[in-house]
């Protein structure tokens, strides 16, 4: 589809940016002065402690540093700073799934996080530079953990609710975490469901740098406690004093840690710090949302995520506004739920992933008629691309045709958005994330850094350090150095690969085609193959297995994979030990959709398995690639008929 839709005049007078003019404008400057727009952009937005020596340090490439020697808090750039103007104001209004709701003012959000700070600093000797991890349900008191977090320079990690004790564990053993905060349980889909017994059990798996664990009561479960390790916050909380100090941060301080997967081993922490992460989540809620004072924000992504860190917590916060968070799952009670809440709360700007629209599209494609969602301004995407049945949904049913969609193209690394739209400027392609956001240098090259013609696929570079881009892979440096710098390089300089592929059209419009390495696009959510394979491998009757994703009306990918067996067994049966095995080492996310028993896997003379002619066969392509280096190339007919003769 190749449709352009243009930017709604009557939004466009108001949006920050106006014009494409203006975004060309801002372009040429940061061309000319790229340290001095990022100068004046760190001024005007970040209130700082003391003021930085010097904007961008390369010295030690890839390990840029930005504002060095700037001194800040970045609770004080998310809440201290907007008790002169705004402490009655809605700094998050929550709801539950039941129905219930939470509005925390700027003011009483203060007071939360400071005493969960003192908490946190007065009961468990938590220092600036400790790791925290967070396992939380998406209740308030996971956003004032992450903020108490920052008040004292702690790091936190937030891991996901739906992952396993398993890799909770590996989490908590990676960052040697000192405190776990986490809840007796939460309600999805009208039950209740227990968060802390998994705990329990990742706790079991030798994670002795865990001194205290912190459990925050949302349902009243009845569950276990371990004298002396397992602490109420509810009863703790009231005999916190209401006003504490924040730690004097540097610029380049981390801030926190999320893990996650990447083509190969085990999960990687990005580390961010802080300066440069907050002023970016501020600016791209400035200009990528174009938030105004009055407006109330909703992202509906889980705090676990990085979508949910910078645009459910940081950015909202930041920049002053009203952020929505919601506890459960959008259909229930039924498909119109989101919407319900949309027209109750008069949400301006709605911010979500391709998987979710083409949900509800599938199973309630009557709901949005039923109520009344003419407050939305902006709408947003992310996670992986959209298709155009589901653009045009979302753009005419959800919007109004009235409303720009940002599809906004990014990772747990950048921080924040790098390719999206800027909504009263952009004339939007379906399917594009378009243009990078001014001040961002991100280009379709290859590995030697020439330009990729259009309408050929190429790699996805940033080709200049950016103030929010990942620090390092926490405890392991050279990883970071090879994962994201290893491959590309432009005028003869180590340049950041993000691991997609992308294309220029004819106008310059970036269409992003996916992964190029061994991760899967679940749901937007990261998984990686190897760790998937890594968990299949240890079923019994399983000798081998290649994990790919195929495509998927929903989920955008599902979890294909391959398996040689070493001893009978039905295909059903098979799926359902995996599962198993998957739900409890990784969790649900990753289950497998499918299987087929091969009797063989493509492999080089070396031993490797080429995956990429698996996942053509996954996706119903045409076998291209070379397939003379295998070894036993009549194997990749064979397994091509297993897989059809399935369907
Ligand atoms: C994919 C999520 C197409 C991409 C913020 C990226 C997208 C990975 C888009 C990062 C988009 C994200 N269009 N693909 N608008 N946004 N992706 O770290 O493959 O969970 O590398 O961050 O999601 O996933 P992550």
Redesign the pocket.
Known sequence: MSEIFYPNRDFSKQANVKNMCEYKETCAEVDDDYEGYWDEMAKEKIDWYKPYDKVLDESNAPFYKWFTNGKLNVTHQCIGRHLKSRKNKAAIIWEGEDGSRRIITYLLLFYRVNRFANLLKNKFGVKKGDRVVIYMPMIPEAAFAMLACAKIGAIHSVVFGGFSAEALSDRIKDAKAKVVITADGAFRRGNPYLLKPIVDEALEKGCDSVENVLVVQRNFEEIDMVEGRDHIYNDLIKLESEFCEAEEMDSEDPLFLLY?SGSTGTPKGVQHSGAGYILWAQYTMENVFDVKENDTFWCTADVG???GHTYIVYGPLAMGATTIMYEGVPLYPNAGRWWKMIEELRINQFYTAPTAIRLLHKVGADEPAKYDLSSLKVLG??????NPDAWLWYYNTIGGGKCPIV???????TGGHI??PLPGATPIKPGS?TFPLPGIKAEIIDKEGNPTPKGEKGLLCITKPWPSMIRTIWGNPDRFVKSYFGDCKKDGKPVYF???AAIYDDDGYIF?T??TDD?I?VS???LGTAEIEGVIGHEEHVAEVAVVGKPDDIKGEGVFAYIVTKKEIDEESLLKNINKLITKDIGPIARTDGILLVPGLPKTRSGKIMRRILRSIAKGEEITQDISTIEDSSIVGIIEKLFKSKK
């Open positions: 996650t995520w990085i979508t995407t992310v996670g992986e691309p959209i599809d906004t193209w990014w990772q747990t690394e390719v999206s994330a993000s691991g997609d992003i996916g992964r991760v696009n937007g959510h990261r």
